[in-house]
């Protein structure tokens, strides 16, 4: 291949600040809490919130911790306020899992898996063109 033939794209840099925060050795299976964070993936901050505080399970605890202390760092390192923020990524990835034994039935042991998770959010402002 010759060097003419090659061609590159060419973005425009983007401009929007990203803000994030993490949480890690949450005590929550990632399994139970992905499907809260694909709703609340690519929101308004604001929105974001309102849903996770209204939401009535117990689950939504960790993840709304870890979306306000990302709104916090925003406001800290820039002064950007919540309405000029979407929640640009989160993820829930798997953390260490604790095993242990209990008793079983005729004097067997039963293995026990307890997971835990790690949680990311990553935040940005909005581009309002």
Known sequence: MDKASKT???????T???FGAIARFVKYSPYKLRPIADVV?????????????????QRVG??????ESAVANAKDLQNIEPAGLVVKDIRVDQG????YFKPGAQGRAKPQRKRMCHISVTLQTKNDK
């Open 8 to 14: 590159t794209k060419k973005t425009a840099p983007d």
């Open 16 to 18: 929007a600040e990203q």
């Open 41 to 57: 993936r690519g929101k308004d901050v604001n929105y974001a919130l309102q849903w996770l505080t209204t939401y009535k399970t």
């Open 62 to 67: 960790p993840i709304k911790k870890v979306l």
């Open 96 to 99: 260490p899992i604790r095993k």
